[in-house]
């Protein structure tokens, strides 16, 4: 049988497959999608729903009658809003940190040139596997007097070794040695190919690397727990978790009454409405970076 004939054979088939291969994609992706919109889309109708109703179980795909108090509280509630503002300040100062010490170090780590480049290698894969552990940790912040400052949160974390890995793979594969070379041949000095060039050639692994460090600064919680003494200083996460916490059956066990009732439906809510104002920025903050997430994804692709 000729290779004509082979072909007219399977290409009904093939197209028949294609689109059923599509179809099982499409279906299998939107199942994920539910799974993963889900959570926000019940704290969105929990948190405006009656919370008598949320407890009995009927607050499923719909609110249950419209409910704004939680908001109305939350306007006015300071702890809430200065805990919203130190997670800003905290993410943004972070973020900034990292950046600033992760993409010098993955320029310089990509070239073959820098002296020591594989025992400093061993040095950075040596802190993926292995940590001083908390006490040592604690110690060392404590001795140099961060403990319940901003520094504690952004200083001991940095640098992200397996980001700073990605961003290496990137300098390394991303941009061509010849551009390297021809701009250094034409009298740029490292520093100024580094800015001028590697930097605008990166905005796709930037924005990823921006959007690994900005979600692990606004969503962490156990740093916060463990160096964060005042709570003015406090982040968001740590006043969720007191809120949440204080929003459970005890309340009625303490206070066997109308009252106890009422104020426990009100914390109910008030969870679920900080929770919501909580993810917030990072859910405003996606669509403007998803153009270099897409583009991110293909980081580690091969180039033909």
């Given at each position: 049988?000729?290779d004509?004939?082979?072909?007219?054979s399977f290409?009904?088939?093939?197209?028949?497959?294609?689109?059923?291969f599509?179809?099982?994609?499409?279906?299998?992706?939107?199942?994920?999608?539910?799974m993963?919109?889900?959570p926000?889309w019940?704290?969105?109708?929990?948190?405006?729903?009656?919370?008598?109703?949320?407890?009995?179980g009927?607050?499923?795909?719909?609110p249950?009658g419209?409910?704004?108090?939680?908001?109305?509280?939350?306007?006015?509630?300071p702890?809430?809003?200065?805990?919203?503002?130190?997670?800003?300040?905290?993410?943004?100062?972070?973020?900034?940190?990292?950046l600033?010490?992760t993409l010098?170090a993955?320029?310089?780590m990509?070239?073959?040139?820098?002296p020591?480049?594989?025992i400093?290698?061993?040095f950075?894969?040596?802190?993926?596997i292995?940590?001083g552990?908390l006490?040592?940790s604690f110690?060392l912040?404590?001795?140099?007097?961060?403990?319940?400052?901003?520094?504690?949160?952004?200083?001991?974390?940095?640098?992200?070794v397996?980001n700073?890995?990605?961003a290496?793979s990137?300098?390394?594969?991303?941009?061509?040695?010849?551009?390297?070379e021809?701009?250094?041949?034409?009298?740029?000095s490292?520093f100024?190919?580094?800015?001028?060039?590697?930097?605008?050639?990166s905005k796709?692994m930037i924005?990823?690397?921006f959007?690994?460090?900005?979600l692990?600064h606004?969503n962490d919680?156990?740093?916060?727990?463990?160096?964060?003494?005042?709570?003015?200083?406090?982040?968001?996460?740590?006043?969720?978790?007191q809120?949440?916490?204080n929003?459970?059956?005890?309340l009625?066990?303490?206070?066997p009454?109308?009252?106890?009732y009422?104020?426990?439906m009100?914390?109910s809510?008030m969870?679920?409405?900080?929770?919501?104002v909580?993810?917030?920025?990072m859910?405003?903050?996606?669509p403007?970076?998803q153009?270099y997430?897409?583009q991110?994804v293909?980081l580690?692709?091969?180039?033909?």
């Amino acid at each position: 049988m000729s290779d004509t004939s082979l072909k007219r054979s399977f290409k009904p088939n093939s197209g028949l497959d294609d689109r059923i291969f599509d179809l099982t994609v499409t279906v299998f992706l939107l199942i994920l999608g539910v799974m993963a919109l889900y959570p926000l889309w019940f704290v969105l109708i929990a948190s405006i729903s009656n919370p008598s109703d949320i407890l009995l179980g009927r607050v499923v795909l719909f609110p249950s009658g419209l409910n704004m108090e939680a908001y109305v509280k939350l306007l006015h509630t300071p702890k809430i809003w200065t805990g919203y503002m130190n997670s800003i300040i905290y993410t943004t100062v972070g973020t900034f940190i990292n950046l600033a010490v992760t993409l010098p170090a993955a320029f310089a780590m990509s070239k073959k040139t820098l002296p020591g480049r594989k025992i400093i290698s061993m040095f950075f894969i040596f802190t993926m596997i292995f940590s001083g552990g908390l006490i040592p940790s604690f110690m060392l912040v404590r001795s140099l007097h961060m403990v319940d400052t901003i520094w504690a949160l952004v200083i001991p974390g940095a640098l992200s070794v397996f980001n700073m890995l990605i961003a290496k793979s990137f300098f390394e594969e991303g941009i061509p040695e010849s551009i390297y070379e021809a701009a250094i041949i034409d009298g740029a000095s490292k520093f100024q190919f580094f800015f001028r060039f590697a930097l605008p050639l990166s905005k796709a692994m930037i924005a990823v690397l921006f959007l690994y460090y900005a979600l692990s600064h606004w969503n962490d919680y156990f740093t916060a727990l463990i160096y964060i003494r005042s709570p003015e200083k406090q982040p968001l996460t740590i006043i969720i978790s007191q809120l949440v916490a204080n929003a459970d059956s005890t309340l009625l066990e303490m206070m066997p009454s109308e009252e106890a009732y009422h104020l426990l439906m009100e914390k109910s809510l008030m969870k679920y409405a900080v929770v919501l104002v909580g993810a917030i920025p990072m859910i405003i903050l996606y669509p403007f970076l998803q153009k270099y997430l897409i583009q991110g994804v293909m980081l580690g692709s091969v180039k033909g």
